[in-house]
């Protein structure tokens, strides 16, 4: 990022959401930059332009036809006369949050707006944090725009799930502070594009390892930390095959790369899938929770429920990521490490760097499934990577931004000589 201080639009729309932006204008500016706001006409039902204005030292704008004054301590950032210089001469322009609505009229290029006008006139790099009802934010118009964002260059980050304003619970919420300035950063270093033109392969979620017709052994993993690195991954411009076992959540949507999306069910399935696409890839990330063993047979039928014990004999399953290791030629490959380490942490990581090492892995995850507030079927995590010249450990945070910062990691060891991007650690999610 250049010297100078980041200058980020902010552009608020009108959402009940609408209220946390002034917490999101204040944290940008204690990360150093220089914010000015743009708020839609119903933006300032929800929130008053003078909130802005006494956070960040200007005006916020909200008219098309009202002259701009200058951004505090900058004569080029804003014109009195002209909100195009405005446009022109942003480093980003963030829309927190941004409404169906609002992505709908920027995904067909309408200008009838200041924070319209503005989007199509600027050529910075355009990041949007959305938030509604779970029902809109699923709609098929509401994915077609999406998409055709997308091409449009446009990212977003996922809304987080959770209890709603209306009174439903679902993916819709505005995603956190934490994230939406991670990802913010993360376009201001140019971070976005350091994938591009790579195939990375993750998996994600349980396997389930049928018992009969209606029973199976299988795990409490949820698949959120695998969608999040596919997500990761797809933001900073690769193609990425996500091989998922069984999940509840929603399929992530690619807002800069794409994802390729192949389901299975078994242990089997999920390598069988892997194999496909393993010798081509450049990166393969192994988050899924893949069951170690799997009963010696199964019946096509459901077995009757008997007065007596069952004995199940099992049997192992393949190890995905030890047979990658054997396998791995030019691939970056990056296990990740459950451990339950209630009492022994010491152990518990050297039992990580021990499957680093015994699996050929260039990078460990390591994560403390002792933890009850983080990890399997959570919304955030905490991890230690491992790598062969040592550990560093990650506090609590989204799991879209660990994400990331496993991304982060994995680049610098592939390529050491660039400079490592960190993203600086935030308060942990509380």
Request: aromatic share 4%; charged share 25%; with cysteine.
């Amino acid at each position: 990022m250049k010297s100078s201080p980041a200058r980020i639009l902010l552009g608020v729309s009108g959402g009940i959401a609408a209220y946390k932006a002034a917490e999101l204008a204040r944290r940008l500016i204690e990360r150093g930059a220089r914010v000015r706001v743009i708020l839609t006409r119903n933006a300032c039902r929800f929130i008053s332009p003078l909130t802005f204005a006494a956070l960040t030292g200007s005006p916020a704008l909200t008219r098309l036809f009202t002259a701009a004054a200058p951004m505090a301590g900058s004569d080029d950032f804003a014109s009195s006369v002209e909100h195009i210089r405005l446009a022109q001469s942003a480093d980003l322009l963030l829309i927190a949050p941004a409404t169906a609505n609002l992505m709908a009229r920027l995904a067909h290029g309408l200008a009838d707006d200041l924070l319209t006008t503005v989007y199509l006139a600027t050529p910075a790099p355009v990041l949007l944090a959305p938030a509604m009802n779970s029902q809109m934010w699923r709609h098929p118009a509401t994915r077609e725009n999406l998409e055709r964002l997308r091409r449009h260059r446009v990212e977003w980050i996922e809304p987080e799930s959770g209890e709603l304003a209306c009174g439903m619970v679902g993916p819709g919420r505005l995603p956190s502070m934490e994230a939406i300035i991670a990802r913010a950063w993360a376009r201001l270093e140019g971070r976005a594009a350091d994938l591009a033109g790579q195939t990375v392969l993750i998996t994600a979620g349980p396997t389930r390892e049928p018992i009969d017709a209606a029973r199976f052994i299988s795990n409490r993993s949820s698949g959120r930390m695998g969608y999040s690195l596919a997500q990761a991954a797809a933001e900073r411009g690769a193609h990425v095959v996500l091989i998922s076992g069984p999940v509840v959540i929603d399929s992530p949507v690619a807002s800069h790369g794409e994802i390729e999306l192949i389901r299975v069910t078994t242990a089997a399935e999920m390598a069988a899938a892997a194999w496909s696409v393993y010798e081509h890839c450049d990166m393969a990330v192994l988050a899924a929770a893949v069951a170690d063993f799997r009963p010696a047979t199964a019946s096509t039928e459901k077995l009757p429920k008997l007065a007596h014990d069952w004995e199940l004999k099992l049997e192992p399953t393949i190890d995905i990521l030890a047979e990658m290791g054997r396998r791995k030629r030019h691939q970056f490959l990056v296990g990740f490490a459950a451990e339950w380490a209630a009492g022994d942490e010491t152990s518990a990581r050297a039992r990580a760097r021990a499957k680093l090492r015994a699996k050929n892995a260039d990078l460990m995850v390591y994560n403390n499934i002792s933890r009850t507030d983080i990890g399997f079927d959570q919304e955030s995590n905490a991890i230690v990577l491992i790598d062969p010249e040592g550990e560093r450990a990650l506090p609590r945070a989204s799991k879209l931004e660990i994400a990331h910062a496993i991304l982060d990691a994995a680049q610098a060891r592939r390529f050491p000589a660039r400079t490592p991007i960190i993203i600086p650690a935030e308060t942990p999610i509380r």
